[in-house]
DNA sequence: CTCCCGATAT
DNA sequence: ATATCAGGAG
């Protein structure tokens, strides 16, 4: 046996145990991804999927969302919950794009940062999965997920963002991004998390404690 | 820290 | 009934 550490055993287990991860929000272009991501806070994905679905056929540019405006931009998104904020930050963001960016998404996280509704995990989505660029977005699965397997401990996204990036190598930060989301979803669920089922419980912190302390 | 917020699972 | 869902802004 081989002394590999933790976070490189989890990284190649999960690999083997999920290939198939990925992003799990329907795209077609960097500008459907930023909405879709946008649209993601506090719902689940599979439901993005469905309202996309609908509002891309009509309109996926920065200029066909402005052409739909406020009301008509509520109502479509209105299932996804936090709707109004949705609305207004996504319509004002497609201004900013029109306006200064000749209709394209930035690749670049700082500048994605600077539109309104887009934070720190919307634009690590973003250039990660549209563009190729190593990123690591900490989002609830993620952040949940790497404190239970013991891979981090800050308080704050940022922090455990910052944790993983030093854990892990660049070249692995995006796929390791969609494992620990897969794991997550599938496996470490927040209320009912299926330990026996888990191919890294075997190196997990919180599963050691548990059946440590009955 | 609170607020935004509907849909779904438990 | 309540926690949770690919968060961000004030």
Redesign the pocket.
């Known amino acids: 046996m081989t002394n590999i550490s933790n976070s490189e055993f989890i990284f190649e287990a999960l690999q083997k145990e999920f290939p198939g991860a ?4 329907e795209f077609q272009t960097p500008f459907e991804l930023l909405i ?3 649209l ?9 999927n469905q309202v996309t679905a609908v509002l891309f056929s009509e309109a996926n540019t920065p200029e066909g969302i402005i052409a739909l405006g406020l009301k008509e931009l ?1 109502n479509k998104i ?12 996504i319509l004002a963001a497609s201004q900013i794009l029109s306006d200064e960016y000749g209709g394209k998404v930035p690749e670049d996280i700082e500048l994605l ?13 973003v250039v ?2 549209a563009f190729g660029i190593p990123a690591l ?1 900490v ?6 997920v790497a404190h239970r397997l013991g891979l981090a401990a800050g308080n704050t ?1 940022e922090k455990v963002e910052q944790e993983l990036m030093e854990a892990f190598p660049r070249e692995r930060w995006s796929t390791l ?2 494992l620990l ?1 897969f794991l ?2 599938r496996i470490c ?4 998390p299926n330990c026996a089922e888990c191919p890294v419980a075997a190196v997990c912190k919180m599963f050691q404690e548990d059946i440590a302390e009955p």
Not at 113 to 125: E, H, M, S, W, Y
């Open positions: 990925h992003c799990e929000l879709a991501t946008m993601s806070a506090q719902c689940t994905d599979e439901r993005v509520e209105h299932s996804l919950g936090l709707y109004h904020n949705k609305a207004k930050n940062r600077r539109l309104p509704g887009v934070g720190r995990k919307t634009a690590n989505v990660s999965n977005a989002d609830t699965h993620v952040f949940r996204p991004h969609h989301i997550g979803r669920a927040a209320r009912k």
